[in-house]
Every structure is written in structure tokens, then in C-alpha cells.
């Protein structure tokens, strides 16, 4: 998979880069669903979105149980304060930095913006894996009331205080994660930080000569014969009567994917 390269500061906000891949983005949402009718139970986390204009820091979604829960600003209700380069207006800037009801998504990844992934199964047991699916369930749903999306570049571009219940992605993960983990006082609003902190948890416990296996173990393995390859190698194996136009409504997650492509995936790019 091509990987964020991180930054050695990650408050230099001029040093976040990263691009969209439709091989990569088709290959990963093809894993995802042979994870999700694995009937696996697991946890990870996605780091996403690093160098797209409209937030180049990046953003966190969250795996659970075949199932991806995003919390975001959902600027997109609001098309007049996008321009036509696609980036927002000053007053949707100041909008995302005052404040406003967020919007979660599942289900919903732009799979060729996913950067990396660190699973989190090994730090919950069966019943703190429940409740925190249990948790995004009820967000998703509405019974839990949406939080309020606050973006942090633009509060501190603008001088706009910090609301007391003000989320960000990133800052709602920590939460309903540290809430689960006995540390209530767990709290970031950085993607990018966040997500090396778990990352360096999994590669200490991976580095353990008895750790449990994980549930995945097996398709990650396989997954890796996929991410190997270069983008161009990919490009040359996927199936030719799926139209370019396709391909990005696919890695958007705007329309179902085709059983017959999952097979192709599952063939392996050896065969």
C-alpha cells in the first residue's frame, strides 16, 4: 500500500503530503468485504485523507466488525461553501472552526485515499469490542445525539476558542476508545498522532514472542501478495470491462461492488 510518509513535526502543517490511488483504493475495499464476510471480530483504524485539499492533515475512520464509522464535518450539505476548485470558502472555514453538527458516515470510506491501517483487537476484550461497536451503532442511528464537529486548523487559523463538547475525528476516536481502555483521559485531536501512538502499541505487541493471534492474520498475509505491487501492476491486472468511470464511483463506496471482483481479488495476483 502506498503509506503516509510521517513527518518528524506533526504541527508543520506545510509538511503533510499524500495521494489518491484507484489500484489501491480497489484492492483495499476488496479486502474489506472478504474481511467483512469473514464474520471476524475485530477492531482498526484508518488513517486517510493525508494531502487532500480540504484537509491536508488527514483524517481517522474506524473498522469494527466489517463495518467503517466515520465522524466528520459533513461539509458536503453545505455546497455553497465549496468553490469550484473544491476547496472551501473563508466562510466555510470559519464555519468548521465555530462549530457545527457533525455527521457520521458508515460505510461510506474513499478507499483510494486510505493511507495505513493499525489494528486495535489486541488492546479489547470480547466485551469492550461489543460496546464500542455498540456505541458508533447508536451514533450512526441517531439515538446518541450527534456530537458537534469542530475543526482545530481553523479554530486556530481564525482565534476561535475550543466549544467544551467540540469533536473532531480524531478526538472522538480517542474518547470512545479510551473510554474502553479504562484511560477516560485520553485525548488528541491529530489524526496523525493518534494513529502512530496505536501504531507503536501494535508493533510493540506484535514484537512479543507470545502474543494471540489475530482473526486476520490469515487474510492480512494474503493481502500483502496485493500491496507488493506497484499501482501500474495492479492497473494491468484489473478487469478491463469495468469502466475508469466505475472504478472511481467503487473506491468512493457510491456503488455496490461486484461479487465477480471480489473473486478476482481473492484469486490473488499470481494466478
Known amino acids: 500500500m502506498v503509506k503516509y510518509k510521517y513527518p518528524f513535526d506533526y504541527s508543520a502543517e506545510g509538511n503533510w503530503e499524500g495521494h489518491p490511488s484507484i489500484p489501491y483504493g480497489i484492492?483495499?475495499?476488496?479486502?474489506?468485504?472478504?474481511?467483512?464476510?469473514s464474520g471476524a471480530k475485530y477492531a482498526r483504524l484508518l488513517y486517510i485523507g493525508a494531502g487532500h485539499r480540504r484537509g491536508p492533515?488527514?483524517?481517522?475512520?474506524?473498522?469494527?466488525?466489517?463495518h467503517i464509522y466515520q465522524f466528520g464535518a459533513g461539509i458536503s450539505r453545505f455546497p455553497h461553501l465549496i468553490m469550484q476548485d473544491r476547496t472551501l470558502s473563508q466562510s466555510g472555514e470559519k464555519l468548521l472552526g465555530t462549530g457545527l453538527i457533525g455527521k457520521v458516515s458508515v460505510d461510506m470510506l474513499e478507499w483510494h485515499w486510505l493511507h495505513d491501517k493499525c489494528d486495535i483487537t489486541f488492546l479489547l476484550n470480547a466485551a469492550c469490542l461489543s460496546a464500542l461497536e455498540a456505541q458508533w451503532k447508536s451514533l450512526a442511528s441517531g439515538k446518541t445525539p450527534t456530537p458537534i464537529f469542530q475543526s482545530w486548523p481553523y479554530?486556530?487559523?481564525y482565534k476561535i476558542p475550543l466549544q467544551l463538547h467540540g469533536l473532531n475525528c480524531t478526538r472522538i476516536q480517542a474518547r470512545m476508545i479510551g473510554s474502553q481502555l479504562g484511560m477516560p483521559d485520553l485525548d488528541d485531536d491529530r489524526p496523525l498522532r493518534l494513529f502512530h501512538m496505536f501504531s507503536v502499541l501494535e508493533c510493540d505487541y506484535l514484537s512479543l514472542e507470545e502474543h494471540e493471534s489475530n482473526p486476520l492474520d490469515d487474510l492480512d498475509d494474503f493481502h500483502q501478495n496485493w500491496t507488493s505491487l506497484t499501482e501500474e501492476e495492479i492497473n494491468q491486472l484489473l478487469p478491463e470491462d469495468i469502466s475508469f468511470s466505475d472504478y472511481r464511483l467503487l473506491v468512493k463506496s457510491l456503488i455496490p461492488l461486484p461479487e465477480y471482483l471480489i473473486e478476482w481479488y481473492k484469486r490473488g495476483p499470481r494466478s
Do not use: K, P
Request: aromatic letters at 4%; charged letters at 30%.
Open 155 to 157: 479554530t486556530d487559523q
Open 57 to 66: 492533515w488527514g483524517a481517522l475512520a474506524i473498522e469494527i466488525n466489517g
Open 27 to 37: 484492492v483495499e475495499r476488496c479486502a474489506h468485504e472478504v474481511r467483512r464476510a
